[in-house]
């Protein structure tokens, strides 16, 4: 079993190293220096191999800890439920998230595909010593932040040091007691990269009760954690031997490590799909034409083919923005005590909506179509890729955009300032103007941000596969940034003008930038 453990951890590491090479051929200016060979460099390798082992120490620590100050720790302060009760509350229910998205054993990941489907390895063995190791390394990796973070918290310690063992033995019963025995029955894997529909429901619906009960005053107490801790640990002790006695890892593995599946999310299966779902939305009717002239009636026409695509969420947004601020009046109206509560809503929690306008904004979705159904063919011509074509439809895909995520802005900022009325007002009359302005410059920022960065770094090749590192970069670092603002109580006349001020200059150097740079950066990766 260690033999098999080692020669599965080399082959990680060397396709980790691989990765890194090319993470690092791909920033810019390097990857002109940088020759093709690189990769047969010994001290390239060497310091590859350095990197690789560094990492998975790191990572070990990183995510977990990340995870625990940011999910667990800083969410804990934004309810008035006791602290104690609200972290426990709040990890169970995110343990729960975590659990059924991923369980380890059945990811279909590719150290997976090439040590079982190509180099034919024991699967069995392959199996189990890869699972534990990943167990191990949760607990390890868990046990310092809960416990720092807990006793901060004031936390009792045992249950600090319980909650690790909490998650590894919630991952095991996931395992032993429906996965396994649904293979046995159904002969049926489900793909966690992938998840059904049923499962996304679940997701949402442990989402509500993990963060929305906490501000109804809804949560559990350190009595019920216990309980649920010592189920677990008889649930686990069942499913663990489940987990060691089966030995068909093999068969799951042949139904589960398909290439399809494998790269399902990381490559091509990904893009496919999108393609699939943009395809369905296009309207191929031939009488559709423009009045406008030039750049103005290429790109209308665009619009006007995908109108179902570019409009079908945002009316979907739009109209559940509507009705979620119409439930919130309605409340206000029968129960007026509530009023003092949600006053502090647009007055204290500004900060959150960033966070909320990175997830509502379109301008992922939407450059991916227009890259899957234009640029990927028009780039391919050379006076497509002249500084007036690509300055020309830039500048009109970017009013579209702008005016498109507005729809749905203007739904939020109405409404925050309607709420901020009707709850009691405020003693400063700007913040109505402050609040309005800043949700309309948040949505146009992100607009402008997702349009400049897909100019500016376009990230896709022919195939539509990402294979630009500074774009994935980015784009973590955007939604790190816009995650970390939440739970951030910042009074709405500061937040609100730093932000709209923010948001105006990124705009006018992301514009300069594009209007610079676009022309010799807008172009097929290879």
């Known amino acids: 079993m260690i033999k098999t453990f080692i020669i599965s951890s080399k082959l990680k590491n060397t396709y980790r190293v691989n990765s890194i090479i090319y993470s690092i051929k791909g920033l810019p200016l390097i990857n002109k220096i940088l020759p093709s060979s690189l990769y047969k460099n010994k001290f390239l390798k060497i310091f590859g191999n350095i990197i690789?082992?560094?990492?998975?120490?790191?990572?070990?620590?990183?995510?977990?800890?990340?995870?625990?100050?940011?999910?667990?720790?800083?969410?804990?302060?934004?309810?008035?439920?006791?602290?104690?009760?609200?972290?426990?509350?709040?990890?169970?229910?995110?343990?729960?998230?975590g659990e059924i998205l991923n369980t380890y054993l059945l990811n279909p990941t590719k150290d997976k595909y090439y040590s079982i489907i190509l180099m034919?390895?024991?699967?069995?063995?392959?199996?189990?010593?890869n699972y534990f190791y990943?167990?191990?390394?949760?607990?390890?990796?868990?046990?310092?932040?809960?416990?720092?973070?807990?006793?901060?918290?004031?936390?009792?310690?045992?249950?600090?040091?319980?909650?690790?063992?909490?998650?590894?033995?919630?991952?095991?019963?996931?395992?032993?007691?429906?996965?396994?025995?649904?293979?046995?029955?159904?002969?049926?894997?489900?793909?966690?990269?992938?998840?059904?529909?049923?499962?996304?429901l679940l997701l949402t619906f442990l989402l509500i009760l993990g963060f929305g009960f906490p501000y109804l005053g809804i949560v559990i107490n350190e009595i019920i954690y216990i309980i649920l801790f010592f189920i677990s640990v008889i649930l686990g002790l069942i499913s663990l031997k489940e987990i060691i006695t089966f030995k068909d890892y093999k068969k799951i593995y042949k139904v589960l490590l398909t290439e399809e599946n494998v790269y399902a999310v990381q490559k091509a299966s990904s893009t496919k799909t999108i393609r699939e779902n943009i395809a369905k939305n296009i309207e191929?009717?031939?009488?559709?034409?423009?009045?406008?002239?030039?750049?103005?009636?290429?790109?209308?026409?665009?619009?006007?083919?995908?109108?179902?695509?570019?409009?079908?969420?945002?009316?979907?947004?739009?109209?559940?923005?509507?009705?979620?601020?119409?439930?919130?009046?309605?409340?206000?109206?029968?129960?007026?005590?509530?009023?003092?509560?949600?006053?502090?809503?647009?007055?204290?929690?500004?900060?959150?909506?960033?966070?909320?306008?990175?997830?509502?904004?379109?301008?992922?979705?939407?450059t991916q179509a227009m890259f899957m159904n234009c640029d990927h063919s028009m780039l391919t011509y050379r006076v497509y890729r002249t500084p007036n074509v690509i300055l020309g439809v830039f500048k009109?895909?970017?009013?579209?955009?702008?005016?498109?995520?507005?729809?749905?802005?203007?739904?939020?900022?109405?409404?925050?300032?309607?709420?901020?009325?009707?709850?009691?007002?405020?003693?400063?009359?700007?913040?109505?103007?402050?609040?309005?302005?800043?949700?309309?410059?948040?949505?146009?920022?992100?607009?402008?941000?997702?349009l400049v960065m897909y100019y500016l770094l376009q990230p896709y090749n022919i195939n539509t596969e990402i294979k630009n590192s500074t774009y994935t970069v980015v784009q973590y670092l955007t939604y790190f940034v816009a995650y970390y603002l939440i739970g951030k109580k910042i009074p709405t006349f500061s937040f609100g003008i730093l932000m709209s001020i923010f948001c105006i200059a990124y705009s006018l150097i992301s514009l300069f930038l594009a209007y610079k740079f676009a022309p010799k950066t807008f172009k097929i990766r290879l």
């Not at 034919?120 to 010593?129: E, G, H, I, V, Y």
């Not at 979620?324 to 909506?353: A, M």
């Not at 739904?411 to 925050?416: C, H, K």
């Open 52 to 97: 690789s082992i560094l990492w998975e120490i790191v990572s070990a620590f990183l995510w977990k800890g990340l995870y625990v100050w940011l999910v667990l720790g800083s969410m804990t302060f934004a309810y008035k439920t006791n602290q104690i009760n609200t972290f426990l509350h709040i990890f169970v229910f995110s343990t729960l998230i």
């Open 120 to 129: 034919r390895m024991d699967a069995n063995t392959f199996a189990l010593t």
């Open 134 to 200: 990943s167990i191990l390394k949760l607990v390890i990796g868990l046990m310092p932040f809960t416990i720092i973070i807990g006793l901060m918290l004031k936390v009792p310690l045992l249950i600090c040091l319980s909650m690790p063992f909490f998650v590894a033995l919630l991952k095991i019963i996931v395992i032993g007691i429906f996965s396994i025995p649904d293979f046995k029955k159904n002969k049926v894997v489900k793909n966690e990269n992938l998840p059904t529909t049923k499962i996304w």
């Open 284 to 366: 191929y009717d031939g009488e559709i034409t423009s009045n406008k002239t030039g750049f103005a009636y290429f790109h209308e026409l665009f619009v006007k083919r995908h109108s179902k695509l570019l409009t079908k969420a945002i009316k979907k947004q739009t109209l559940t923005i509507i009705g979620i601020f119409t439930i919130l009046f309605v409340i206000i109206f029968l129960n007026p005590t509530l009023k003092e509560k949600l006053n502090s809503l647009p007055l204290i929690y500004l900060p959150y909506f960033v966070f909320i306008m990175y997830m509502l904004n379109r301008g992922t979705t939407i």
């Open 396 to 450: 009109e895909r970017l009013k579209t955009l702008i005016l498109l995520n507005l729809i749905p802005a203007l739904a939020i900022a109405i409404g925050l300032v309607l709420l901020l009325y009707l709850t009691g007002g405020t003693a400063n009359n700007l913040n109505y103007l402050i609040i309005f302005i800043s949700i309309i410059s948040m949505s146009i920022f992100f607009s402008v941000h997702y």
